[in-house]
């Protein structure tokens, strides 16, 4: 307000407080796949496309290739909204893994989903690649090996260069680690693929001399779940990745290419009825996963997990898991010691494991690290009307008073176990202010899921004591 010469009255309208803080939409789920017969109009490629629950829409996707698969997985489980991504199928499994992968400066591929809420004003936080991110791609660039270290190096213009595959492969990618002139590690930022016979060459080129680095072939790490695990944390998302259902072996290794809080591995897949061939077939358990966690975000919370919910619609898993609730050697408690998620048969089939695949004990659960997201990205939606906004001790104490109702309101609804937020005055300063500054501390605490149940059982011989009298009275009154 400028301040004017006024003999008289006015009446001056002050900002309103802010409306109660909303929780975002947790149960968006992203689907990347294939679909050569789709309608280009309907779904033109590397495009974002929503489908709320349309029968008729998504039929326009046609049977071949993988999404609208991915879309009855879905909704075999709940009707959802789906933020759909058609990506073109190549003429090998590596050419579409590429097309699926796409360009992260040409948002194209699994980017693709960074352009949903721009475009549709919806936020992926279920992601899924049914049929792409089982795989691994053979003989690709596993480990490389320094030499010799050389000496005279400087890292701004050292390179590391590996020759090329053969036709249909790709070229694998590093970057060099230089300390004091020397080449002391490399990085492998593309492992590549479709390497045959011997291992490719290693050149390093720049100021220095002498550094040898000598490349090892071997499976590495699926592309597309590579690239599903590079979004998930710009997104707030989690990505649930198939597993090669195989074996307990190969289960465990391919879980290994992964070490994210927001990537869950599911093995085996599942078996889907084939009405077109009246026969059981193997079908990705992903977007099932993906479905009954949409589900159950809506029925009870997005503090809730899919772990432990019956799979509708499936004939049971593709590859029988061993299990018993109590039986820490079973293979299904040691699939989920290794941070995998798989399929037991107990009352039906469920999916049982609720870890991601990231290091931290603090944030193992999958619902734990979701229910935080949740809390951040609708509090930071909230509170971007006050940007913007000249301090006042008003706009302090709103944006404090709005933290703390709702984080009262999580508590309320079992979303959390508690929770507070303050300014901290040795923070904040006059410095801070005056630069547009102000940082507001808040805790939370996410409610762990009950993972492991202990009864404790033992004999207590006085009993006998209650039966005899009992024992003795029956004597009696028999008498």
Known sequence: MTVQYLHGIETIELDSPSGPVETVKSNVIGLVGTAPDADPDLFPL?????VFADALKAGQLKSTGTLLDGIDAIYSQKSAVVVVVRVSEGQSQEETWSNAVGSPS???GVWSLLKARPMLGLIPKLLVAPGHTSGRPTNGVANLVIGDEGDGYVLATTSISIAAPPAGGRTAKAVPQ???GKLTGVVITDPGYGYTGAAPAVTVTGAGTGAAVTATLGHVANPVGVALASIVDRLRAVAFLDGPGTSYEDAVQYRQDYGSQRISFVDPGVLSWDTENSIYVTKPASAY???IQARIDEEKGFWYSFSNELIQNIGGPARPVDFMVNDRDCEANQLNSQQVTTIIHDDGFRFWGLRGTGTDPLWAQLSVRRTADMVYESLERAERSRLDKPFSLQLLAGIQGDVNKYLRLLRSRGALIGGKCWIDPTVNTAATFSAGELTVD???EPPACLEHLQFRASRNPNYYTDFIEE????????G
Do not use: Q
């Open 46 to 50: 590397n495009t974002p496309v929503p």
């Open 106 to 108: 040409g948002k194209t």
């Open 178 to 180: 230089v300390v004091g």
């Open 289 to 291: 996963a993906a479905g």
């Open 442 to 444: 808040f805790d939370l």
């Open 471 to 478: 024992f003795n009275r029956t004597i009696a009154n028999n």
